[in-house]
């Protein structure tokens, strides 16, 4: 199970600055912005009482300079200085890109073969 300890990696941006920074992974909700990205994290905690998990969802705003990361992509982001008034993430990787889906030309030429067989 990962604790507050294994999230906190040291950062490979600036190798003379040794801050431990968290490093996060979530998903993409929203590309919208101009350089900015919505990314929601989650997280599960335990009920006091009941011992039920619980899932807690944060959405952070993310700094994206380079516009790589795409609705719905598996990224992980780091914490940085403040960009804007929100903005204190940066994007690290895409993990897991979403998968592309066919373009409608391709499919009506898959249907088309489809029908003349």
Do not use: A, K, L, Y
């Given at each position: 199970m990962k604790t507050m300890k294994d999230n906190k990696i040291k950062s490979?941006?600036?190798p003379k600055h040794t801050v431990t920074r968290q490093h996060k992974t979530g998903k993409v909700m929203s590309t919208q912005m101009?350089?900015?990205i919505v990314v929601a994290v989650d997280s599960f905690i335990t009920h006091p009482l009941y011992d039920k998990k619980m899932r807690r969802t944060r959405r952070f705003l993310v700094h994206d300079p380079e516009s790589t990361a795409k609705l719905g992509d598996i990224v992980t982001i780091e914490e940085s200085?403040?960009?804007s008034k929100l903005k204190?993430?940066?994007l690290i990787s895409v993990d897991k890109p979403v998968d592309v889906m066919p373009s409608i030309d391709s499919v009506e030429q898959d249907n088309?073969?489809?029908k003349q067989s």
């Open positions: 490979n941006i600036n101009n350089s900015t200085r403040p960009i204190r993430w940066i088309e073969v489809v």
